[in-house]
């Protein structure tokens, strides 16, 4: 099984900041990666398709970025909204998840 | 616009079968692949496993306890998850995963509890 290393699970940061959230995979799944962010009460929403893709409508400060099997989410200025549970998701081989990185304030 | 939907018993015994529909609009069920996601109160995301118009795969952890079926008369698929106990106690999602992209779509999420 392939296992997904997400960190830290807890961070702390103000508005402005940048923010960086890392997700190891235990084998290589290419570009197979997903970021999630979900709020609370909220179904999980796609930010970031195929390790880099930024999808539709997903503001420009959020992006991704891979060295091997290593995988970074970074938001390059952190917004109110975007206090939030962040994700990360391989889609190569029996799909799974990371532990989840809950960004408050 | 795609749009899917959650149901099914809210509350479950302990050992007993624990089944949903997720009701898909907007798209066939016949194409791209409709998986099954849940997660525990204050806990994280746990694949289930998904399901496709041409065979299944499961999380392995699961995999002796888990049927997803789908059902393209309705235009819906199903998830089986058999003696459950409390640790089964979940929100469970239903999502449309695009080939190459990941899980654009999302339904709202049920909540099942499993206790007697």
């Known amino acids: 099984d392939i296992q997904m290393t997400q960190s830290p699970s807890t961070l702390s940061a103000s508005v402005g900041d940048r923010v960086t959230i890392t997700c190891r995979a235990s084998?290589?799944?290419?570009?197979?990666l997903a970021w999630y962010q979900q709020k609370p009460g909220k179904a999980p929403q796609i930010l970031i398709s195929k390790a880099s893709n930024l999808e539709s409508g997903v503001p420009s400060r959020f992006s991704g970025s891979q060295s091997g099997t290593e995988f970074t989410l970074t938001i390059s200025s952190l917004q109110p909204d975007d206090f939030a549970t962040y994700y990360c998701q391989q889609y190569s081989n029996q799909w799974a998840f990371g532990q989840g990185t809950k960004v408050e304030i | 616009q795609v749009q899917l939907q959650e149901s099914g018993p809210g509350l479950v015994k302990p050992s007993e079968t624990l089944s949903l529909t997720c009701t898909v609009s907007?798209?066939?069920?016949?194409?791209?692949?409709w998986s099954w996601i849940r997660q525990p109160p204050g806990k994280g995301l746990e694949f289930i496993g998904h399901t496709f118009n041409g065979g299944s795969m499961y999380n392995p952890a699961l995999t002796s306890r888990v049927t997803v079926t789908l059902d393209m008369s309705k235009n819906q698929f199903s998830l089986t998850l058999t003696s459950v106990t409390a640790d089964d106690t979940a929100v469970y999602y239903c999502?449309?995963?695009?080939?190459?992209?990941?899980?654009?779509?999302w339904g709202p999420g049920t909540l099942v509890t499993v206790s007697s």
């Open positions: 907007g798209v066939s069920v016949s194409t791209y692949y």
């Open positions: 084998q290589s799944i290419d570009s197979w």
């Open positions: 999502a449309r995963h695009t080939y190459g992209v990941g899980l654009l779509y």
